[in-house]
């Protein structure tokens, strides 16, 4: 930084002495702040948001900026830094450090430079990694002027005047997110009927409202091992009532269940057996009649 801001210096001084650009004298007792906006936030996590880096030049003509901020690598994530809205042409320096949690931004605008009272400097786009109750996005500022390791705000001057004077910093919470759990559907057909039943079961019409399922897992009740899969057939093969469970895990871990019932007679017996039966029944009873003597008529004779 120390050196970019010679540069700075040093092509202004340039300028100067070709008569290309007009300074404007400090006023007395002026000062410039560097802001950002939001300066306070409440956000979930996984959420990103943006933060503006603006410069009040206090009604000075400036012709650099430096940003250099600190935060914490733990609780917040640089995505980006994003300089098409800034209000200097010019960049000097775009760094920002994921380990350390440092950002630097350096940016500049040939004399005249820039007067505002909230120009936007860069804008840093985060993402919120874990909870914080708040977390601190500050600048750097160890007032000695040009130091090339803290921020600064350049006057134009032809000497690179920092006029600096006061920051405001940022302060954002971290909330937990609220993590909702997968929507669990069982379908299973059959639901019920005779021993031995294959019922056909299925997670279809299952989703999760805030990611994917991961897995799930079939419980038929019948102390047959669980098992897995969208689609799966399982055999009841004795008589009983059954409780089929389908358990889901999604991607944050949350975990969810669903149940049907499943009613499995004893085997029936089959039409033709039935048929046996009744005549045999018939023909018993024919004999037992013949041998007692009965006739259709219902009277008794001897034989």
Same mark, same amino acid.
């Given at each position: 930084?120390?050196?970019?801001?010679?540069?700075?210096?040093?092509?202004?001084?340039?300028?100067?002495?070709? #008569?290309?650009? *007009?300074?404007? @004298?400090?006023?007395?007792?002026?000062?410039?702040?560097?802001?950002?906006? @939001?300066?306070?936030?409440?956000?979930?996590?996984?959420?990103?948001?943006?933060?503006?880096?603006?410069?009040?030049?206090?009604?000075?003509?400036?012709?650099?900026?430096?940003?250099?901020? %600190?935060?914490?690598?733990?609780?917040?994530?640089?995505?980006?830094? &994003?300089?098409?809205?800034?209000?200097?042409?010019?960049? *000097?320096?775009?760094?920002?450090?994921?380990?350390?949690?440092?950002?630097?931004?350096?940016? =500049?605008?040939?004399?005249?430079?820039?007067?505002?009272?909230? #120009?936007?400097?860069? $804008?840093?786009?985060?993402?919120?990694?874990?909870?914080?109750?708040?977390?601190?996005?500050?600048?750097?500022?160890?007032?000695?002027?040009?130091?090339? =390791?803290?921020?600064?705000?350049?006057?134009?001057?032809?000497?690179? $005047?920092?006029?600096?004077?006061?920051?405001?910093?940022?302060?954002?919470?971290?909330?937990?997110?609220?993590?909702?759990?997968?929507?669990?559907?069982?379908?299973?057909?059959?639901?019920? #009927?005779?021993?031995?039943?294959?019922?056909?079961?299925? %997670?279809?019409? +299952? =989703?999760?409202?805030?990611?994917?399922?991961?897995?799930?897992?079939?419980?038929?009740? &019948?102390?047959?091992?669980?098992?897995?899969? @969208?689609?799966?057939?399982?055999?009841?093969?004795?008589?009983?009532?059954? %409780?089929?469970?389908?358990?889901?895990?999604?991607?944050?871990?949350?975990?969810?269940?669903?149940?049907?019932?499943?009613?499995?007679?004893?085997? $029936?017996? #089959?039409?033709?057996?039935?048929?046996?039966?009744?005549?045999?029944?018939?023909?018993?009873?024919?004999?037992?009649?013949?041998?007692?003597?009965?006739?259709? +008529?219902?009277?008794?004779?001897?034989?």
């Amino acid at each position: 930084m120390k050196s970019i801001k010679k540069k700075i210096f040093a092509l202004s001084l340039s300028l100067i002495l070709l #008569g290309a650009i *007009a300074i404007v @004298p400090a006023q007395a007792g002026a000062n410039a702040e560097l802001s950002l906006s @939001p300066s306070t936030k409440t956000v979930g996590i996984g959420e990103t948001f943006s933060i503006d880096v603006l410069v009040n030049t206090n009604s000075q003509n400036v012709v650099a900026v430096g940003a250099y901020l %600190t935060y914490d690598a733990t609780k917040l994530q640089v995505i980006d830094i &994003d300089t098409s809205k800034s209000i200097l042409t010019m960049e *000097a320096e775009k760094i920002f450090d994921s380990n350390a949690g440092k950002i630097k931004i350096s940016r =500049t605008k040939p004399t005249p430079g820039i007067n505002t009272a909230n #120009g936007n400097v860069a $804008t840093i786009n985060f993402k919120a990694l874990s909870p914080a109750s708040p977390t601190k996005v500050d600048f750097i500022i160890d007032g000695i002027g040009i130091s090339g =390791t803290d921020s600064d705000i350049l006057l134009d001057d032809g000497k690179g $005047t920092d006029i600096l004077s006061s920051v405001k910093n940022g302060s954002y919470t971290i909330t937990s997110a609220d993590i909702v759990p997968p929507v669990c559907i069982i379908n299973a057909d059959p639901i019920s #009927g005779a021993a031995p039943l294959t019922v056909s079961f299925s %997670t279809a019409g +299952s =989703t999760d409202p805030d990611g994917t399922i991961t897995s799930n897992s079939w419980n038929f009740g &019948d102390s047959s091992p669980a098992t897995g899969g @969208p689609n799966v057939k399982h055999t009841y093969t004795a008589a009983g009532t059954y %409780t089929a469970v389908l358990s889901l895990t999604d991607n944050d871990g949350a975990t969810s269940s669903c149940s049907e019932i499943i009613a499995v007679t004893a085997p $029936t017996t #089959g039409p033709a057996t039935s048929a046996l039966i009744i005549i045999g029944i018939l023909a018993a009873t024919i004999y037992f009649a013949y041998k007692k003597g009965w006739v259709p +008529s219902g009277k008794a004779t001897k034989e």
